[in-house]
């Protein structure tokens, strides 16, 4: 179960990913509102739904909406990839321990929702990309993994990020294979993925 808000390149590159001896399947994709991530699953067959939180009347209703629409598919694992919503306690109830995020930064540095940015804003040489369990907090949750990415004098937004999701379509695919076939150990702060 793949959850995203935007242009869905890491979900194509996910089931791009899912094919022949993968040890995941794409049981669906999640979106919370009209993206072209929802377009790439109707292209590859995946089921899609859409729980926008503009439909509800209130977080707590849209938590409990996602958290129903996303049981139905009955999911061991789900990703985020590029989902910009906050999943909420009652999602969390759900699926905790079993949600993977992957993060356009070198957490804990840039959490949130503008982590290239504020990375260049901020003027680092080094950003990168975390993927890690989902927690009740923002990008908090115990690190699977990371990989350094270098900022360029030339970068600007679009280059810097482009540069960081080509890492993340790998190292995401990479994690979600490990973590489905070997599991994870985590002690709410940090996670291990068994050899
Ligand atoms: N409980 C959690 N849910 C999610 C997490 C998380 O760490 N804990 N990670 C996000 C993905 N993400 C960063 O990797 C992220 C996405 C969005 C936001 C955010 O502030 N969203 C705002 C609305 C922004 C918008 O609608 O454009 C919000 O939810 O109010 C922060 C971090 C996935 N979910
Ligand atoms: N804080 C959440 C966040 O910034 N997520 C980021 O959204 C992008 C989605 O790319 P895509 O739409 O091309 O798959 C990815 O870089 C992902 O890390």
């Given at each position: 179960?793949?959850?995203?808000?935007?242009?869905?390149?890491?979900?194509?590159?996910?089931?791009?990913?899912?094919?022949?001896?993968?040890?995941?399947?794409?049981?669906?994709?999640?979106?919370?509102?009209?993206?072209?991530?929802?377009?790439?699953?109707?292209?590859?067959?995946?089921p899609a739904f859409r729980v926008g939180l503009r439909d509800h009347a209130d977080r707590a209703a849209w938590d409990r909406a996602l958290t129903k629409a996303t049981d139905a598919y009955q999911p061991d694992l789900i990703v985020s990839a590029g989902f910009m919503k906050i999943l909420g306690p009652e999602f969390l109830d759900r699926f905790g321990g079993r949600i993977i995020n992957t993060h356009p930064a070198l957490l804990p540095s840039f959490p949130g929702a503008h982590a290239v940015p504020d990375a260049l804003?901020?003027?680092?040489?080094?950003?990168?990309?975390?993927?890690h369990l989902v927690d009740a907090g923002v990008d908090t949750g115990p690190i699977l993994a990371q990989e350094p990415v270098p900022v360029l004098e030339s970068d600007d937004e679009a280059s810097l990020h482009e540069r960081i999701k080509t890492?993340?379509?790998?190292?995401?695919?990479?994690?979600?294979?490990?973590?489905?076939?070997r599991g994870v150990i985590s002690d709410g702060r940090k996670a291990v993925i068994p050899k």
């Open positions: 179960m793949v959850l995203a808000s935007g242009t869905g390149s890491l979900l194509q590159s996910l089931i791009a990913a899912a094919v022949d001896d993968y040890p995941a399947r794409i049981v669906a994709v999640g979106v919370d509102r009209d993206c072209a991530a929802a377009g790439h699953a109707e292209t590859a067959g995946i804003a901020y003027g680092v040489k080094v950003t990168g990309s975390t993927v890492v993340e379509r790998r190292l995401l695919a990479e994690v979600l294979a490990a973590v489905a076939t």
